[in-house]
Each structure stands twice: as C-alpha cells, then as structure tokens.
C-alpha cells in the first residue's frame, strides 16, 4: 500500500451532504428536490469556502504580525481555471463530495460542469500567474495576488461556416459566482487626470475624477500547507459624487461622463497576447489595479496607522511586476510616498527600488509596450514629472558609470516623446528575470543588453514551472494512482523532484504496459469529451498529436498545417500508399488576437484543410485534423492527458519559455520541438534521445536574417527547391482548401513566398524528417511509452513548486510562514 499524505478533512461524507444540504436552503432557499446541478455547485462552493476560512484568516493574520515578507504578485491576469475541484483536493474534501452529491441524487461530473470557466487571461502569463499563486500557497508562503476583475474575459471564440474565428463576448459573471467575495468596506479611491499645480512649494495633485476600486477576494488554498492566500481582483465603481469637478448645468451631462465611464475600466480584458496596443483604457486599467493594490497594502502591513514608518516597506512585501503591465506601479509607489506621505526623493527611490522586481515574459520587441508621453501626462500628469526625474536621475548614474552617450540616449526611459516601461521596470526594481534559460539569456545580450552591461546583477533567470495540483493530479487522475503506485507515496504531488524514483521503471515492462494503458484510457476519455462537446469522432486508437496555444506567426502554426497538408498531397498523388501511413489524429487549439490578420487566416486554413481531409475516403482513418474552438483551461486538462506527441515548434528564439510543454511532458506526451523557449531544458533534462528535436537554432537564424531572408524574399528558394513544400504550398494557393476559390489565403501565401519572417518555410524540410523519425518510433508501441515514462520521470523540476523556490532563494529572499 502507498503512503497516502494528501490533505484529508475529517469532515465526512453524511457531514458534508448536510452542509450542502443547508447552504441550499438557508443561502439558496432551494430544497434538494427542487435543485439544479448550478445549485448544488454554489452550495458545494460555498461550503468549501467555510471550510477554509479558519486557515484563511490564520494566514492573513501570522502574516500581518509575522516578520516574513510576502510577495504580492502583481499581474493584469490571472487565468485560474475553474475553482471547484481544486478547492475540494487542497480542502480534503475530494472523496466526500463524490459521495455526498451522489447521496443528495446528484452526478459529480454535472456539478463540476456547472460551474463556468473564468478567462481571465489571454494565455502563458495569466496561467503562469495562476500557477505561481498556487504553488505560493502550498509552500506557505504569505502571498497576495493582485489583479483585475473584468466583467468579460478572454472572447469566446466561435468558427463561422467558412472556418472563420468569430469573437463573441464572454460575460463569466451571467451567473452566480460563489469563490469571489466583494468587500465594499476594502476600497480604494483611484484617481486620473487633471493638473499639478504647487502649493505651498510642494507639488499637488489635482485629479479630474475618480473611480472606486473596490476588491473581489478569492481564496488561494495551499495543497497540504494549511495556508490560504488571498487574490485580489478589484472591480471598478463610480462614485455618486462628483468630487473636484465643477460645472454648470449646461454642461451637466459633459461632467458627470467620465464617471459614468469609470466602471468601464474593469469591463474588458485586452485580448492581445504578446503584441500590446496603446489604447488609453488600457493605461488606465493598468493604473487602476497597481494603485489600489499599492494603497491595499499599506492598509493591510500598517493597520490603523496615520505615519506608518513606510521605511520598512520592502521588509514587509515585494511587489513582483508580472511583464510590463504593472510598471507604473513604480511612479505610483515614488508620488504615493512623497505626496501623501511626505517622504524627500532619496528615501522614497531607496524604498521603491527594494519593492519591486520585474519579470519579462517575450523577445519580441514590439511587445515591450511604450506609452506615449501625451497620453500618460494627460492621465496621470504628475506622474510624468516622476518619471522625466527619474530618467535625469538615470541617466546621471549612467553619466556616472561612464556609459557613453549614445548607449545613454539608446537606453532612455523617457524619450520626451515616449515612456519605455521594460527600461522604468529595470531600472526600478531590483532583479529582471527571464523566463526560460535561453530566454534569460538572450534578454541580457539583446533585448536588454545595455541594462545588463550597465547593471549585471540585477539580471537572473527562473525558468517558468506548472503546478502539479491542476495539471497531474486533477487533470490525469490515472496517471496520479499510477505515479503513487510506482513510487509508494502520493509526496510526489508536493516534491515533484520525487518523480526520477520512476526512472528505473521505466525498464519494468509490466510498469510500462500499466503506464501505456492509462494513455489510452485517457485518450478514450479524451474521444468521448470530444463527441460530447464538440460532436467530433476522434479514434482513440490513432495517435493524438496537439498543438495548443495561442496562434502567432512565431509559434509557427503554419508549419504544422504545411505538413499535414503534405502529408495529404503524397497520398492524394498516389507517392505514399494510404496502407502505410500511421493513422493520426492531429488536434489544434488556438484563439487568435481579433485584430491580428495573418494568424486569423491561418485558423481559417486549417478549419478548412480539417474539413477536406476529414470528408476525404481516400485518407479516412489515416490522417484526421480537429479544431475544437475556444481552447481554455478545461480543454487543456482533458486533452493533455490524453496527447502522445505534443507540438512546440516555434521558431528558435522567439518563444520566452512556454509552459504547455512542462504540462505535456509531465503527462507522459513525447515532443517534437525546436530549440526554443524551455524546450532546451526539457530535453536537457528528459535525454535527447526521449526529445524529438529539429530545426534552425538561434544563432542559426540569426544568420539567415543576417543573409537577408526576410527582406531578400529568400523563402521562394526554399520553395523552388522542395517539391513536397511546394505542393503544399500550391495546394493551398490553388483552392483546394477554400472550394476552388484561388484568394481566400492568397496573403497568408504570398506572405509565406516574399516574407517569411519566422521562417517556416527555412524549417519545413527538417520538420518533415523529424516527423518521418517519430513515425518509426511511434510504431515500436513499448519503445515509445519507456519514452514517455522517461519525460515523466525526469520533468518534476518544471513544477511551479521549483519556480517559487528559486524566486524565494533569487530575488524575493522571503520564505514560508513560520
Ligand atoms: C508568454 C510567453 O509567450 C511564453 O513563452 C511564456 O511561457 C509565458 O508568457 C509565461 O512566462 N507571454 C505572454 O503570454 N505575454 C503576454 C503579453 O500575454
């Protein structure tokens, strides 16, 4: 028998069938006759939450009166995924729910399904948050994090008749949201706009209006620490005052707008992924959510106190800036000391610089956002003025460290026309971290080389991680007993290191056959959800081969349908006998920016290269393309499991890190990737020989661009020279694909022939032979599963577990509650 150390609340099922039982009634008012699954889920839900609140409380106040520093994690998303099943494992309460749902007439899956998915997030950095709140939490690390809750998330995405993206409104809160609990009496006033006049020699702020902040609070229960965090959402509410503002009647309407307008600040979550646009509100919301939570701390750390000693602020949180987003917390921080609180310049700089850090999430330079100058004086003037001081005080230091001009000027946080936030984040906080190994270092010799010349030391790496919690345990039930089975403890899910014990196992064949058979029950599942949700037939008995995440040029999506489409026209020619292709069922998610052409055309594609082949006798059981839309958290969790080859083919230095790929690893998927992002350390660490590996490295392309690729129109020669790329390629540009229509893709064509900028088309042919290798292995079905068993076992570094504890020892020198 295994040694089983998960929590386990003493509560039991007849207790807990009660307690549902009165949370129906006495807050619901329905009975359990009259209930609905969505009853029985906020009932559930809310019984949950009593049953953390003791620790929850516990942990606010040995956080408050304890001298361990807290990190309050500052992020414009959070994508959490839905709460329910998480909430009942680090409750304890797993087995009893099962039976007491049942015992109420009730099925748990219909609970479970009842509650609906929060987005959050756009992506990696709203997931990454997610994770890292998570694996804070377990450590027992006191930890808030800070955020914005939006009325609608990330669009659901929708295809049309002809396989194209549509956007529809995600209004999450349509139904009662249990987890959230909005504390009128916590609130912040946030305010914008205005003039800065002098008073008295001192510089005052007048605001133009003003908006309520006012905090959702969910709880973030640790797995097996006791400890529960907080994560603050604050929502925007206009004030019925119309405070400052002075107008007469004719102008009524005109006056009052602005706070008419103010609850919009929290409306909307931008769906841009990695590319931002400088859109006002967007400003706004930033600023809206980094002031209440900056103010929110001082309340929480200094109770009742009029003159807190706010010296001592960075002793008691350090704010982590997640990507850009968050930056003008560091102006914010420099007025709020010295206007509300009196501090001279120097002492509030020494304070702001030990609070906050920063982590960048990107290489792509346009996704460094730069706010024009007009735009942040105009909201927030008196932050401007923060700012040009602070770059004349940069660039002194930098006159001062003999920095030559030019780098200087190459450098500037303030333009005079514009506010580089990556350079105000680096230069204000204490330590810069990249994301991944590579990423890391290619922030300190390109994206920000000269910052890392001139301050090498405040440059580290934290290579990204996934909470095993969600992503093992919840999602992968099977692959969890096996795992505890294998190892003789369930500690794994809390020491993921602990995983390597199955290495040996990995030479056990009865071991490998168990493992091997969880992935097919798994893909069983998989198939069924599929049908249910989707209507699609998915054969269970092909491999799954996933590409999922969101769809950019640079994670190279077009690679991918490239060489299904390859694949199809060698067996359409008749080059490749259907008899001999190894049956496979290829399974996209991705949402596109709503804005972002190229990558919208690239959904159409595949839709339609998805609906050709599938309705195709000639490749029917060989070669089949699903796109189930709206790919989200709950999509993930039930087709990671259930993956055999997991896509992540982006081209060579451009993906940060990645995190799907430590999810699919963990899961037992084998990959096929690129050296990019933590790829490198994946396969560093699984063994090259369990990693399918193809394609140009970074220097690699950075010489061909060098050579001109991209500007010299050098892909058509990869085109010429190929002919499977070329009857790809052709076969989408002469409408195969769009019922003879020769337009419909004829940009994303002509892109791939003239541009290329992430040189799909430079990869193609070593991305054909790769997939030629897997083929092979995948055949030998023992073979491929000791892989399998391989990544597993040797990818318990990735949990965000890991990530925490390298912040901790890194950059935030803070540790667990006592
Ligand atoms: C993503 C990176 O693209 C991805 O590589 C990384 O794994 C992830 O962050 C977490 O670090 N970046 C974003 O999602 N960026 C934005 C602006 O959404």
């Not at 408050?64 to 414009?76: D, M």
């Not at 859109?279 to 900056?294: D, G, H, P, T």
């Not at 999506?557 to 060698?570: G, H, P």
Request: net charge negative.
């Amino acid at each position: 028998m295994a040694e089983i150390t998960a929590p386990q609340s003493p509560v039991t099922a007849e207790q807990f069938a009660d307690e549902i039982r009165e949370q129906l009634k006495y807050t619901q008012g329905v009975t359990v006759e009259q209930a609905k699954p969505a009853d029985v889920y906020v009932a559930t839900a809310t019984a949950v939450r009593r049953h953390l609140m003791d620790s929850w409380m516990k942990t606010q106040t040995d956080m408050v009166n304890g001298n361990t520093k807290a990190v309050g994690y500052l992020s414009a998303e959070f994508l959490m995924g839905k709460q329910l099943e998480n909430a009942l494992l680090n409750a304890g309460l797993t087995d009893q729910f099962d039976k007491a749902v049942k015992a109420l007439g009730f099925d748990a899956q219909e609970v479970i399904d009842a509650e609906y998915e929060p987005g959050l997030g756009n992506g990696g950095l709203g997931r990454l948050a997610a994770c890292f709140i998570d694996s804070l939490a377990s450590l027992g690390v006191p930890a808030f994090g800070y955020g914005i809750q939006y009325k609608y998330g990330i669009f659901k995405q929708e295809f049309d008749e002809n396989g194209k993206q549509v956007e529809t409104p995600d209004y999450w809160l349509a139904n009662e949201e249990p987890w959230g609990h909005i504390d009128y009496n916590r609130d912040q006033k946030v305010s914008f706009g205005g003039e800065v006049v002098e008073e008295n020699g001192k510089k005052v702020w007048k605001p133009a209006w003003s908006v309520r902040a006012v905090p959702v609070d969910y709880m973030v229960p640790g797995y097996a620490s006791g400890r529960v965090n907080t994560l603050r959402l604050w929502t925007a509410k206009s004030y019925d005052e119309f405070d400052l503002l002075t107008f007469n009647k004719s102008e009524y309407l005109d006056a009052v707008k602005p706070q008419v307008e103010a609850e919009n600040i929290s409306k909307i979550l931008y769906p841009e992924d990695s590319t931002p646009q400088g859109k006002a509100l967007r400003l706004e919301q930033q600023y809206f959510f980094v002031s209440a939570s900056i103010h929110d701390a001082i309340r929480v750390f200094y109770p009742g106190q009029d003159k807190p000693d706010l010296t001592t602020f960075p002793n008691k949180i350090n704010f982590q800036l997640n990507d850009t987003h968050p930056v003008i917390g560091i102006p914010e921080l420099m007025r709020v000391l010295m206007d509300e609180y009196d501090y001279d310049w120097d002492t509030a700089w020494d304070i702001t610089r030990h609070t906050f850090n920063y982590t960048c999430h990107t290489l792509l330079p346009e996704a460094l956002e730069v706010w024009p100058s007009k735009l942040i004086g105009e909201l927030l003037p008196r932050h401007l003025e923060i700012i040009e001081k602070i770059q004349d005080q940069f660039a002194a230091e930098l006159k001062a460290k003999g920095i030559a001009d030019g780098t200087a000027k190459d450098m500037a946080i303030y333009t005079g026309d514009a506010v580089r936030m990556a350079y105000l984040a680096t230069y204000g906080g204490s330590h810069v971290n990249g994301v991944a190994e590579l990423h890391s270092q290619l922030l300190k010799d390109v994206t920000l080389k000269n910052f890392s010349d001139a301050y090498p030391d405040k440059f580290t790496n934290v290579t990204n991680g996934v909470t095993p919690r969600r992503f093992i345990k919840l999602a992968n039930p099977r692959l969890s007993d096996l795992i505890t089975e294998g190892l003789g403890t369930d500690k794994w899910l809390s020491d993921l290191e602990l995983l390597k014990g199955l290495i040996p196992l990995a030479d056990d064949d009865e071991f490998v056959k168990k493992f091997a058979a969880v992935k097919q029950a798994n893909k069983v599942d998989f198939s069924n959800f599929a049908k249910r949700k989707y209507g699609f037939d998915i054969d269970p008995n092909t491999m799954i081969n996933t590409m999922v995440k969101r769809l950019h040029e640079y994670k190279r999506q077009a690679l991918k349908i490239l060489s299904v489409i390859a694949d199809y026209a060698d067996i359409k020619s008749g080059k490749v006998s259907a008899d001999d292709v190894m049956p496979r069922t290829i399974v996209f998610g991705a949402k596109a920016a709503p804005g972002y052409y190229l990558a919208k055309q690239t959904i159409q594609l595949i839709n339609n290269v998805a609906r050709v082949v599938n309705n195709d006798p000639d490749v029917k059981g060989k070669l089949n393309v699903y796109f189930p839309w709206n790919y989200n958290i709950e999509l993930a969790q039930n087709l990671i499991p259930a993956t055999d080859l997991d896509e992540q083919i982006s081209q060579a230095g451009k993906e940060a890190s990645g995190t799907g790929n430590m999810k699919f690893a963990l899961n037992g998927a084998l990959t096929v990737g690129t050296l990019d992002g933590a790829n490198v350390e994946i396969r560093e660490r699984v063994g090259a020989e369990n990693f399918f590996l193809f394609g140009m490295t970074e220097p690699e392309v950075s010489a061909l661009y060098a050579k001109g690729y991209d500007t010299k129109g050098l892909s058509r020669e990869y085109y010429e020279k190929d002919p499977q790329l070329k009857a790809a390629i052709d076969m989408v540009a002469d409408g195969t694909f769009s019922d003879g229509d020769k337009d419909t893709y004829k940009d994303l064509v002509n892109d791939w022939l003239t541009k290329d900028y992430f040189m799909t088309l430079a990869d193609f042919r070593a991305y054909m032979d790769i997939q030629a290798q897997i083929e092979e292995t995948y055949r030998d079905p023992m073979k491929w599963s000791r892989m399998a068993v391989l990544n597993v076992a040797n990818s318990g570094y990735f949990s965000s577990d890991r990530s925490i504890e390298d912040y901790l020892e890194r950059i935030w020198h803070t540790g667990p509650l006592a």
